[in-house]
């Protein structure tokens, strides 16, 4: 691999990294900031904005909601993936085709018509908590993560060793828990991660599921900047690059982050 | 009976994509051929409106420049990323992983900070003395396409790193030894394999900015509505939820009919497929 790429094709590189990672520097060093309007470079460092995140009651309320409906969402999506992900690997010839492009759905049809639809059919219609139709839009919306990386992780798993194990006299539930959820932990971990994160920076579903008394992060932070214009927002944001960090971080040791890419 | 076990589990998540996703979708396009004045004339009166007109124009323009840029730059950059030694490749890929993990509203914050009134651009600028007075950069169509291109190279990037990763090196020094010049083999070689990875990309980016929502509402503002922000306004500022379910049913056709042509397309010019 020591073939010649042009000067100007790397510096072009050079640019578009920069492009990318500058912004996301000009945020944080914006949240550093102890002035009272927004600017960069910092004037002086202080973490005052990240102690006004948590002395403003929206952002703490709003901030235990997002992760309360990442976790119930990505748990439900996990609790009924995993089966569907492992009925689509397993008894593939058995299913109809069309039943894998279902599970791709929620990626085709556009969120925010997902998100206006259950408010009008599901909240209005039948009326039912708006914060059910929130927790199952964003089941939904990570539904497809959960089937196709633990599918992609179920791939590669040679079931005739559960065949050996059941025809051992190894019961069904006990055979999944004991030699196919072992195999496939990375999958499911990473699958768990990028629903979590998914979740937690949605907007274009929750934006029609949200109102007086349930709102998630994302549409306090843009409800916020349409009345402040104060580095609260750019402090909230670092918390959430902190997230990421975290996040890359746990898939970097389970799949490699190299995964991402392919 | 193996069919029975296969229903059997595949049948929670199935129930749960019709209940809550097929149903009421369906619902929210049934009821646009079901008003009073006639099976079509939601469509009628949006398409007769020369301001949702001009919206949805204005939609499918902003998405197409970002994809096009989103592609160019995407392709250039994938291409040195996928050619790059092991060490180098990790960094590019952590760096342009970061910001696709990071949420849409925090990278178009970020916009908002630099391109404002009295943003780091302007105020650049303004020291530099290369301008007399702050640009109005914010609320223009040029804001909104910077931010969805920098939303969406990251993601063009990804998905053409493994494509262009898995073009075998065999072919590329197979051309350079029958004498071609490394622009040749680029552009005979490497290219035309590397389509049905842009095709992929180009649909991503294209669907993804023509139903985006925070980056236009933001950055754009009242000025440059689209789509996605027309369609937020419709249903929960005027309450016309008739008006609103149009533009959603014009959203989904419009995006499933694309990505429908451009599979298609991807197939018909793939030269791996025969």
Known sequence: ?262 | MKRFAGWTLASPATVLVVVFLVLPVLATIVTTFTTPDGPFATYAAFFASSFRRTVLFRTIQISLVTTVIALVVGFLTAYVVSRAPGWLKSILIIAAVFPLLTGVVVRSFAWLIILGKNGILNSTLLNLGLIGEPLTMLYTQGAVIVAMVYLFVPLMILTLVGVLESIPDDLIQASASLGAKPIATFMQVTLPLAVPGLIVGAVLVFTGSFTSYATPQLLGGEQVMMMGTLMYQQAMVTFDWVAASTIAAVMVVITIAIVLLMTRVARRLNPMVT
Not at chain 1, 142 to 155: D, N, Q
Not at chain 1, 161 to 178: N, R, W, Y
Not at chain 1, 183 to 188: D, I, L
């Open chain 1, 1 to 262: 691999m020591t073939r010649q790429i042009h000067p100007l094709l790397i510096a072009g590189t050079v640019l578009v990294f920069m492009f990318l990672v500058g912004p996301l520097i000009i945020v944080l060093g914006a949240a550093l900031s102890d002035t009272t309007y927004l600017t960069f470079p910092p004037q002086g460092l202080s973490l005052r904005w990240f102690e006004n995140i948590f002395q403003i009651d929206a952002f703490r309320r709003t901030i235990l909601t997002s992760l309360q409906i990442a976790l119930l969402s990505t748990t439900i999506a996990l609790i009924i993936g995993i089966p569907a992900a492992y009925a689509l690997n397993r008894y593939r010839i058995q299913l109809p085709g069309w039943l894998s492009t279902l599970f791709v759905l929620p990626v085709l049809v556009p969120e925010l018509v997902l998100g206006f639809s259950l408010l009008k059919n599901l909240a209005v219609q039948f009326n039912s908590p708006i914060y059910i139709a929130l927790l199952f839009g964003h089941a939904l919306l990570v539904l497809p993560y959960v089937v196709r990386v633990i599918g992609a992780s179920l791939a590669s798993f040679d079931f005739s060793i559960e065949e050996a194990a059941i025809s051992l006299g190894s019961p069904p539930l006990k055979t999944f828990f004991t030699i196919l959820l072992p195999n496939v932990r990375s999958g499911v971990i990473a699958a768990f991660i990028l629903a979590f994160i998914t979740s937690v920076n949605d907007v274009s579903i929750s934006i029609f599921l949200t109102g007086p008394g349930l709102s998630t992060l994302p549409i306090q932070l843009l409800a916020h900047m349409e009345q402040f214009f104060d580095p609260t927002v750019a402090s909230v944001s670092v918390l959430l690059m902190i997230l990421t960090v975290a996040v890359m971080a746990i898939v970097e040791r389970t799949l490699g982050l190299t995964f991402l890419a392919k």
